[in-house]
């Protein structure tokens, strides 16, 4: 079972920037960062196996890259807007399928909140 220790939340003002890290106790195929704002469901940010993959509403201010040597997961946040604001989750699975593009990962981090004010 693998386990994911997520870092890098906090608060921030609009346009700000921040990083968000995971550190996972083993490698699998795909990893990825999706959020959870209060009163919605949770949505896909990004994932990556070989390549990135984004959600169309953080494209080209998020960037999603992972470090094998030291099995972590990296989010660079630049841009921030207040509707970014949410509950962002590390997660991780040995699965592949024809991407990493899904949604019924297996292995979840806690979860560190992201909050951009205006």
């Known amino acids: 079972q693998v386990q994911l220790v997520e870092s890098g939340g906090g608060s921030v003002e609009a346009g700000g920037s921040l990083r968000l890290s995971c550190a996972a106790s083993?490698?699998?195929?795909?990893m990825g960062w999706f959020r959870q704002a209060a009163g919605k469901e949770r949505e896909r940010v990004a994932v990556?196996?070989?390549?990135?993959i984004y959600a169309e509403s953080v494209k080209g201010r998020f960037t999603i890259s992972r470090d094998r040597t030291k099995n972590t997961l990296y989010l660079q946040m630049n841009s921030l807007k207040p509707e970014d604001t949410a509950m962002y989750y590390c997660?991780?699975?040995?699965?592949?399928?024809?991407?990493?593009?899904?949604?019924?990962?297996?292995?979840w981090g806690q979860g560190t909140q992201v909050t951009v004010s205006s």
């Open positions: 997660t991780a699975d040995v699965r592949l399928k024809n991407s990493c593009w899904y949604d019924d990962y297996k292995t």
């Open positions: 083993t490698y699998t195929a795909c």
């Open positions: 990556i196996g070989r390549d990135g």
